[in-house]
């Protein structure tokens, strides 16, 4: 089995050291940029603790890395560095704060030997998944119009700074864009956004609490998201999600945290929807990529859109 030689840079996100036991075909050989360095060191006591960054970049052996960085916006000066090197990339989002830098590192992945990759694996979870799959089976019709909403709880551990994240709109509401994109199949083509500090007590913090976008799609159609911190802590999944796709011919629509579904087509009330099919699973299909050259369920244009439309929106209102 061949295998995959993979550094992981940080552990502010989703970094995926409690899930590589699933992946044996990424071997572990060393870490850097951790809060809790033990975290690594007590289950993987061989692998390399990397002081710099650049010493990563040094080192022969490395394959692949995983970024989580403290600073979500030093990954982009990393990610076409790691490139460069032919070092495969799987970027936590937003992988850029700039039209500008995503188009930089889009371009030093079609320069590289080695790929990059969002962890853009929203669309590969149920029921999104089963959603996706009945949209395109034309059930609905033509796509008109999308509501999609993220919501998660607020804590003292919300950093207080945008740098640290990407901030509300491109670290929470890319993933309501993705449920707009990737899985009801429609292209955001114009987007507004507007956002609030209201809520934040915090001194000294910048943290946006509410921010909604819409806008219109390639299609023709429409769209509007809702992302917040402000999931009540009594409700039992992490975060709060809705997603509702209106067509000409029907409604589908995941609701109360993606636990209820329901389908209804001008014809029949279908009630939930049939989720117990396996969805593919997104690391697998970057491991692929970078192992077998086998492409992945989305190109890398696709895959980004929804971080470039979040970006385009934030720009917005600095501007």
Same mark, same amino acid.
């Given at each position: 089995?061949?295998?995959?030689?993979?550094?992981?840079?940080?552990?502010?996100?989703?970094?995926?050291?409690?899930?590589? *036991?699933?992946?044996?075909?990424?071997?572990?050989?060393?870490?850097?940029?951790?809060?809790?360095?033990?975290?690594?060191?007590?289950?993987?006591?061989?692998?390399?603790?990397?002081?710099?960054?650049?010493?990563?970049?040094?080192?022969?052996?490395?394959?692949?890395?995983?970024?989580?960085?403290?600073?979500?916006?030093?990954?982009?000066?990393?990610?076409?560095?790691?490139?460069?090197?032919?070092?495969?990339?799987?970027?936590?989002?937003?992988?850029?704060?700039?039209?500008?830098?995503?188009?930089?590192?889009?371009?030093?992945?079609?320069?590289?030997?080695?790929?990059?990759?969002?962890?853009?694996?929203?669309?590969?979870?149920?029921?999104?998944?089963?959603?996706?799959?009945? @949209?395109?089976?034309? @059930?609905? *019709?033509?796509?008109?119009?999308?509501?999609?909403?993220?919501?998660?709880?607020?804590?003292?551990?919300?950093?207080? $700074?945008?740098?640290?994240?990407?901030?509300?709109? =491109?670290?929470?509401?890319?993933?309501?864009?993705?449920?707009?994109?990737?899985?009801?199949?429609?292209?955001?083509?114009?987007?507004?956004?507007?956002?609030?500090?209201?809520?934040?007590?915090?001194?000294? $913090?910048?943290?946006?609490?509410?921010?909604? =976008?819409?806008?219109?799609? !390639?299609?023709? *159609?429409?769209?509007?998201?809702?992302?917040?911190?402000?999931?009540?802590?009594?409700?039992? !999944?992490?975060?709060?999600?809705?997603?509702?796709?209106?067509?000409?011919?029907?409604?589908?629509?995941? !609701?109360?945290?993606?636990?209820?579904?329901?389908?209804?087509?001008?014809?029949?009330?279908?009630?939930?929807?049939?989720?117990?099919?396996?969805?593919?699973?997104?690391?697998?299909?970057?491991?692929?990529?970078?192992?077998?050259?086998?492409?992945?369920?989305?190109?890398?244009?696709?895959?980004?859109?929804?971080?470039?439309?979040?970006?385009?929106?934030?720009?917005?209102?600095?501007?």
């Amino acid at each position: 089995m061949s295998v995959l030689n993979i550094v992981l840079w940080g552990d502010a996100g989703h970094q995926i050291s409690w899930i590589l *036991g699933d992946y044996p075909q990424l071997n572990l050989i060393g870490y850097g940029n951790f809060k809790n360095p033990a975290t690594i060191k007590d289950h993987y006591p061989d692998a390399i603790f990397f002081e710099s960054f650049e010493e990563v970049l040094a080192n022969p052996n490395v394959e692949m890395i995983s970024l989580c960085s403290a600073l979500r916006e030093e990954q982009v000066e990393q990610s076409i560095h790691a490139l460069a090197k032919g070092i495969h990339v799987y970027a936590e989002k937003p992988c850029a704060f700039k039209e500008s830098d995503l188009d930089r590192i889009i371009e030093a992945s079609k320069n590289s030997t080695a790929n990059f990759h969002e962890m853009s694996g929203t669309l590969f979870e149920q029921p999104l998944w089963s959603m996706h799959e009945l @949209v395109k089976s034309g @059930v609905l *019709g033509d796509i008109v119009q999308v509501y999609a909403q993220k919501s998660y709880p607020y804590g003292d551990w919300r950093p207080k $700074s945008e740098v640290i994240d990407g901030g509300l709109t =491109m670290q929470c509401g890319v993933h309501a864009l993705r449920f707009i994109e990737h899985v009801a199949g429609v292209e955001v083509n114009t987007i507004q956004a507007v956002e609030t500090m209201k809520g934040e007590t915090r001194e000294g $913090s910048d943290l946006r609490m509410a921010s909604s =976008m819409m806008g219109t799609l !390639t299609n023709g *159609g429409v769209f509007s998201v809702v992302s917040n911190y402000l999931k009540p802590q009594s409700f039992e !999944t992490w975060g709060y999600e809705e997603l509702r796709i209106f067509g000409t011919k029907g409604m589908l629509e995941a !609701t109360e945290g993606f636990t209820k579904t329901k389908l209804v087509t001008h014809e029949k009330d279908f009630g939930e929807i049939d989720v117990s099919s396996k969805a593919p699973d997104w690391l697998q299909e970057v491991i692929n990529h970078n192992l077998s050259n086998i492409e992945p369920y989305h190109n890398l244009e696709v895959e980004l859109h929804p971080t470039r439309m979040v970006i385009q929106a934030k720009s917005q209102l600095s501007d």
